[in-house]
């Protein structure tokens, strides 16, 4: 399969998504205005009698017919337009911004620091196969990333935030303050990011670690691996340069197959920690119903798992040659 293949794929994906996309949230129970119905389940409901309904249904173009409303979903996305956020009052790219950059941070952070740990973590436990090693590792790391990523939210929380004050439970910044130095500003955000981005890495290391120990295994028993020790090179100089190196090729596809799940999945550590980012939103967004702004949620977390895939789809081709010429 040419990379003029794969494109088309992905286009054809996208389209599929984009249709997907516009109708899911349609079929949930409720409807945008629900939060202004007078529904003792929200927060602060505002009566609205008939006509002001109707003329907010108007509005937001929620009073025409569905194809109409999958007409006009398109088109404003070939213009870039998002639409207006109904519960927040805002343009949903501006809202989606704003949460992003939080999400990206986290999501970015964790996802470095447990592909890194699992990777070597794998790969030693995998080298030191039946050992002390390899039985602690595999107990420690299957023991931690087995529970819940909102229990481990709240354990942290009651723990390290509560108990011993050591961070901040909630939020991406300390609110109203005004920081002297960059430095500062930029220590206030990591102290906020520690805890949620220490939930992520602890519920999500398992798998990378799993994965890398069974190809490493796979990867120790093959000839050059003999031929490398023949020669007298040292264990750690083998498992570096070469065990690691042609383990890794399945790595790939799991970062990509994780890196839109990661950015999903944090709905419950940014709702847990009020973490402002696009987890956060989304739950927001289905809580009050916000068409196009769990439209422009799902649009993001779509795109970026698909960007993932075909970059891991280059990287593959790179690493593995053969691939090139399948």
């Given at each position: 399969?040419?990379?003029i293949?794969k494109i088309?794929?992905?286009?054809?994906?996208?389209i599929?998504?984009?249709?997907?996309?516009f109708f899911?949230p349609r079929?949930?129970?409720?409807?945008?205005?629900s939060f202004?119905?007078?529904n003792p389940t929200?927060d602060m409901?505002i009566?609205?009698d008939e006509e002001?309904?109707?003329?907010?249904?108007?509005?937001?173009?929620l009073?025409k017919?569905?194809?109409?409303?999958?007409?006009?979903?398109?088109?404003n996305?070939l213009?870039g337009n998002l639409?207006?956020?109904i519960y927040l009052?805002?343009?949903?790219?501006?809202?989606?911004?704003?949460?992003?950059?939080?999400?990206f941070?986290?999501?970015?952070t964790a996802t470095?620091?447990?592909i890194v740990?699992?990777?070597v973590?794998?790969?030693?436990?995998?080298w030191?196969?039946?050992?002390?090693?390899d039985?602690?590792?595999?107990?420690f790391?299957?023991?931690?990333s087995?529970f819940?990523s909102?229990?481990l939210g709240?354990?942290?929380?009651?723990?390290?935030g509560?108990?011993?004050s050591?961070?901040?439970?909630?939020?991406a910044?300390?609110?109203?303050t005004e920081?002297?130095?960059?430095?500062?500003?930029?220590l206030?955000?990591?102290?906020?990011?520690f805890?949620?981005?220490?939930?992520?890495?602890?519920?999500?290391?398992g798998?990378?670690y799993?994965?890398?120990?069974n190809?490493?295994?796979n990867v120790?028993g093959e000839?050059?691996?003999q031929?490398?020790r023949a020669k007298?090179?040292s264990e750690?100089?083998?498992?570096y340069?070469?065990?690691?190196?042609?383990?890794?090729?399945?790595?790939?596809t799991s970062?990509a197959?994780?890196?839109?799940f990661m950015?999903s999945g944090?709905?419950?550590v940014?709702?847990?920690f009020a973490?402002?980012?696009?987890?956060?939103?989304?739950?927001d967004?289905?809580?009050?119903r916000?068409?196009?702004?769990l439209?422009?949620?799902?649009l993001?977390i779509?795109?970026?798992?698909?960007?993932?895939n075909f970059?891991?789809d280059?990287m593959y081709?790179?690493?593995?040659p053969?691939?090139?010429h399948?």
């Amino acid at each position: 399969m040419n990379i003029i293949t794969k494109i088309i794929s992905y286009i054809t994906l996208i389209i599929s998504i984009l249709t997907f996309n516009f109708f899911l949230p349609r079929v949930m129970p409720g409807d945008p205005l629900s939060f202004l119905t007078g529904n003792p389940t929200m927060d602060m409901p505002i009566v609205l009698d008939e006509e002001m309904r109707a003329e907010l249904l108007a509005y937001y173009g929620l009073d025409k017919p569905l194809l109409q409303q999958f007409t006009d979903y398109m088109l404003n996305l070939l213009h870039g337009n998002l639409g207006w956020s109904i519960y927040l009052n805002a343009p949903v790219s501006d809202v989606l911004i704003g949460a992003l950059k939080w999400t990206f941070l986290l999501v970015g952070t964790a996802t470095t620091i447990y592909i890194v740990l699992g990777i070597v973590l794998g790969a030693i436990s995998a080298w030191n196969r039946g050992r002390k090693m390899d039985v602690g590792l595999l107990t420690f790391v299957l023991s931690v990333s087995s529970f819940p990523s909102f229990f481990l939210g709240l354990l942290f929380i009651i723990l390290l935030g509560l108990n011993f004050s050591l961070f901040p439970v909630s939020g991406a910044q300390t609110p109203f303050t005004e920081y002297s130095t960059p430095l500062e500003a930029a220590l206030d955000i990591l102290r906020h990011l520690f805890l949620p981005a220490m939930t992520l890495v602890i519920a999500h290391i398992g798998g990378t670690y799993l994965l890398m120990r069974n190809s490493m295994l796979n990867v120790i028993g093959e000839d050059y691996i003999q031929t490398a020790r023949a020669k007298g090179l040292s264990e750690r100089y083998i498992m570096y340069k070469h065990a690691m190196k042609n383990a890794l090729l399945p790595i790939i596809t799991s970062i990509a197959l994780r890196a839109g799940f990661m950015i999903s999945g944090t709905i419950f550590v940014e709702t847990v920690f009020a973490y402002p980012g696009v987890g956060r939103l989304l739950y927001d967004a289905v809580t009050y119903r916000d068409y196009p702004l769990l439209q422009g949620a799902f649009l993001i977390i779509t795109l970026v798992i698909i960007a993932a895939n075909f970059i891991a789809d280059m990287m593959y081709a790179h690493l593995d040659p053969r691939v090139k010429h399948e």
